[in-house]
T-cell receptor, first 114, second 114 residues
Framework: DGGITQSPKYLFRKEGQNVTLSCEQNLNHDAMYWYRQDPGQGLRLIYYSQIVNDFQKGDIAEGYSVSREKKESFPLTVTSAQKNPTAFYLC?????????????FGPGTRLTVL | SQKIEQNSEALNIQEGKTATLTCNYTNYSPAYLQWYRQDPGRGPVFLLLIRENEKEKRKERLKVTFDTTLKQSLFHITASQPADSATYLCALDEGSSNTGKLIFGQGTTLQVKP
C-alpha cells in the first residue's frame, strides 16, 4: 500500500526534552511538509522540503528543526525552545512542490507536554 | 496580511439537503484553491482543486465554485448523508510563487442528521 506513515501516534514529553516525530512516504513524492494543528484552528506550516537535502522554514518554524536526507523521510524535531509544543502534528507530501498538486496527509502525531 | 475565513460555527443540516460551506480570503490572489475533508483525530483528505480561471468544478455529489472578484469559494454537497459529517478545510496557494505552500482556513464542521 502506498501512503504516508507517522509515528508515534501519541507522544508525551517532559518539559525541556527534545523529541523527534517520524514521517515516511512511499509515494515517490518530491515535496514534503510539516503542519501543526491546534483545536479549532487550521493547519499552520512549520517546514517544507521541495527536494532532498533542501528545506525551507514555514510560518511557525521557531523551536523546530527538520532534515531531508532521504526522499522518503522527513523527520521533525520539537526542541525545548518551542514554548507551547502540545498540538496535533501532521506530515504531508505532494508529487512536486507546486500549488496545483494535492497534498497527501499522514495520520498525525498528537504530542502532549507534561 | 493574508487571511482565510471559513464559517466558524458548525453547520447542521438534515439528510438529503444540500450543504453549502463558505471560504473567504483577503489580501492576495491565489491561482489555486483546494478543499479537504478531515475526520476527528485523522489527517485531511483531498477532495477537489479549482483553478482561478475555472468558475465551477464538480465531482460526484460535490461542487466547488471560485469567484476571484468576490474572493470567495463555495463548497456544496448535494443529497447529503450522515457519512458526510466531518470538518471541511479550504486551502489556497500564496499566489506569489508556485512553491506548493498552502494556507489553510480553520475549517467548518458539518453535521448531517438522519
Amino acid at each position: 500500500d502506498g501512503g504516508i506513515t507517522q509515528s508515534p501516534k501519541y507522544l508525551f514529553r517532559k518539559e525541556g526534552q527534545n523529541v523527534t516525530l517520524s514521517c515516511e512516504q512511499n509515494l515517490n513524492h518530491d515535496a514534503m511538509y510539516w503542519y501543526r494543528q491546534d483545536p479549532g484552528q487550521g493547519l499552520r506550516l512549520i517546514y517544507y522540503s521541495q527536494i532532498v537535502n533542501d528545506f525551507q522554514k514555514g510560518d511557525i518554524a521557531e523551536g523546530y528543526s527538520v532534515s531531508r536526507e532521504k526522499k522518503e523521510s522527513f523527520p521533525l524535531t520539537v526542541t525545548s525552545a518551542q514554548k507551547n509544543p502540545t498540538a496535533f502534528y501532521l506530515c504531508a507530501s505532494s508529487m512536486q512542490g507546486a500549488s496545483y498538486n494535492e497534498q497527501f496527509f499522514g495520520p498525525g502525531t498528537r504530542l502532549t507536554v507534561l | 496580511s493574508q487571511k482565510i475565513e471559513q464559517n466558524s460555527e458548525a453547520l447542521n443540516i438534515q439528510e438529503g439537503k444540500t450543504a453549502t460551506l463558505t471560504c473567504n480570503y483577503t489580501n492576495y490572489s491565489p491561482a489555486y484553491l483546494q478543499w479537504y475533508r478531515q475526520d476527528p483525530g485523522r489527517g485531511p483528505v483531498f477532495l477537489l482543486l479549482i483553478r482561478e480561471n475555472e468558475k465551477e468544478k464538480r465531482k460526484e455529489r460535490l461542487k466547488v465554485t471560485f469567484d476571484t472578484t468576490l474572493k470567495q469559494s463555495l463548497f456544496h454537497i448535494t443529497a447529503s448523508q450522515p457519512a458526510d459529517s466531518a470538518t471541511y478545510l479550504c486551502a489556497l496557494d500564496e499566489g506569489s510563487s508556485n512553491t506548493g505552500k498552502l494556507i489553510f482556513g480553520q475549517g467548518t464542521t458539518l453535521q448531517v442528521k438522519p
